[in-house]
């Protein structure tokens, strides 16, 4: 029984201890225990809420805060912090979490070249040629 307890005991002390932060309510020092936070990134978090409000959801926080990307983001919440009760969730990823959105990851939509059509316009503009058809004559060009 105190065997037990004593590799127990050892067990916890050992285990890192992650702080979970709110952080529109998390005051400087709580941001900072926050592992993946720091000093600086929670310098820059408490004054970006204090000049333009709570942050409405991890997207609103990274948008906001020089120095939060994706991957900030990501160990941040690994590291305990929430925005509005949710943990982060990278784009096209949900999880069911309540505030969990998809990120926007900076990329433009993918485009067909001009004069290129997309797959749906592929697959419907022309038909494939009946079987035993004759294929269509290409003019061939003048030496």
Known sequence: MIR??????????????????????ASLAELQDVRGVGKTLAQRITRERAA?????????????VN???PGT???????GLLVRGS???PAGHSDGRPGAKPANTGRAPAVAPAGVA???Q?????????IGAQAPQVPQ???
């Open 118 to 120: 997309s797959k749906e």
């Open 4 to 25: 037990s307890s004593l590799i127990a005991l050892a067990l916890a002390a050992l285990a890192p201890c992650a702080a979970a932060a709110e952080v529109n309510e």
């Open 67 to 69: 120095g939060v990307g």
């Open 73 to 79: 983001a990501r160990n941040a919440s690994d590291g």
């Open 141 to 143: 060009a003048k030496p």
């Open 122 to 130: 592929a697959s419907t503009a022309v038909s494939p040629p009946a």
């Open 87 to 89: 943990t982060y969730t």
């Open 52 to 64: 333009h409000g709570a942050f409405k959801d991890w997207q609103d926080l990274i948008r906001r």
